[in-house]
């Protein structure tokens, strides 16, 4: 069981391990999107298509119905276009510097992070790791990406969450006695779903007990940006991803609608980065960093620590070797080794860019850091003891 309070706080390199892309790759996948929509748009446009979706009919009220689908087309081509040229290293900042385009922006997100998720279901694992290995200069990493089974791959890291969850429980009840919470910036539900699956699947967690949605409830997991969907339901909801003209462009035309009308309601629970400011959501915000300052151990899993989103937590403060808050162990993630991100923790933790020269850094008698170069499940696996200690 977590007895000491504990914060898991989860970048983009965490959701990685379950299929969903960061943050240059999200980019590549929402160009690929914005283009099949843009060919939608178009179609629409020349056919006179009368299947208005909810995002013709709630974004582009202003307009008169005759002019909605050409002003869509416009918008899908421009941030299209727009994505191409600046290549952003992250989709957020891209859309806060564009407004106007943040309507089909985030339906472009949704319907990718909605994709994946079915992705993972249908594979069994991490089509990152077969894309991964896809991507490589040498042709034989090629072809084992095209050959690889992505189920053998070790990623579901969240195992190590439950262990440490279960482990001492005796009762049913004893699983809301843990003193743990999460805090995301990823829009994806992978930590829900993982969590209850998992958890679900231990006797003694009686369902009737209702348990595993009481302790996963009451903001126990905190999305600062929002999610795509909530959990429960824990299944992907139902979305019509068969799309075709085989049966009339009517019926493609009414598909079509019901798709984008579910994914753009999925698409209203994302809230995009703003470059200065993110008002949004402060009480979740509030409350996250509460749960920071009070935790005498923090995860820092798959987080590149931007400096907009750690200034939002109060990380630097709360975490920082002086602070005068209560006492703290950090473990946090380096995937690689990147100087880059390791200067920017070390100006958070220690306010000097240049240390962590080693994995493990004391930095005062209430301060402990710990640093792995490894990805979130070998880090979890192979580096931090912490989850053994119950």
Excluded at 202 to 227: C, M, N, P, S, W
């Amino acid at each position: 069981m977590f007895i000491t309070p504990t914060v898991f706080i989860l970048g983009a390199g965490a959701s990685w391990h379950y299929g969903y892309p960061t943050g240059e790759g999200l980019v590549k996948k929402i160009i690929a999107k914005a283009k099949e929509l843009t060919a939608y748009f178009e179609s629409s446009l020349n056919s006179s298509n009368k299947q208005y979706p909810y995002l013709i009919l709630e974004e582009f009220s202003s307009i008169s119905l005759d002019d909605r689908w050409g002003v869509a087309l416009t918008q899908c081509k421009k941030l299209k276009e727009g994505l191409e040229q600046v290549r952003p290293l992250v989709i957020d900042y891209y859309l806060g510097w564009n407004a106007h385009l943040q309507p089909i922006g985030r339906l472009l997100i949704a319907w990718v992070i909605l994709e994946c998720e079915k992705t993972y279901l249908e594979l069994g694992g991490n089509i990152n790791q077969q894309e991964r290995l896809s991507a490589s200069p040498f042709k034989s990493e090629q072809l084992a990406g095209h050959e690889c089974d992505v189920k053998k791959f070790n990623d579901d890291w969240c195992r190590f969450v439950i262990h440490n969850l279960a482990i001492n429980c005796t009762t049913s009840s004893d699983l809301l006695k843990n003193e743990v919470s999460f805090v995301t910036f990823n829009y994806d539900v992978s930590l829900e779903v993982a969590l209850h699956k998992g958890l679900g699947h231990i006797r003694l967690f009686k369902e009737e007990d209702d348990v595993i949605t009481k302790f996963l409830g009451a903001g126990r997991i905190k999305h600062i940006y929002g999610q795509v969907r909530d959990v429960p339901p824990v299944d992907l909801p139902d979305v019509k991803w068969e799309r075709s003209t085989e049966h009339g462009i009517e019926q493609y035309q009414l598909d079509y609608k019901e798709f984008l009308d579910a994914v753009y309601e999925k698409s209203l629970g994302i809230r995009v980065i703003d470059p200065k400011d993110k008002k949004a959501d402060r009480d979740v915000i509030d409350a996250a960093r509460k749960e920071i300052d009070d935790a005498e151990i923090v995860y820092i899993l798959g987080y590149g620590f931007d400096k907009n989103n750690s200034e939002r937590l109060g990380l630097s403060k709360s975490l920082h070797y002086d602070s005068s808050s209560t006492k703290k162990h950090v473990l946090f993630t380096n995937f690689g080794n990147q100087d880059r991100i390791r200067k920017r923790a070390s100006g958070i933790f220690l306010g000097r860019p240049h240390g962590f020269a080693t994995s493990v850094e004391r930095a005062g008698s209430s301060r402990e850091y710990e640093l792995s170069v490894r990805n979130v499940y070998d880090a979890l696996e192979l580096d931090f003891e912490t989850l053994d200690e119950t």
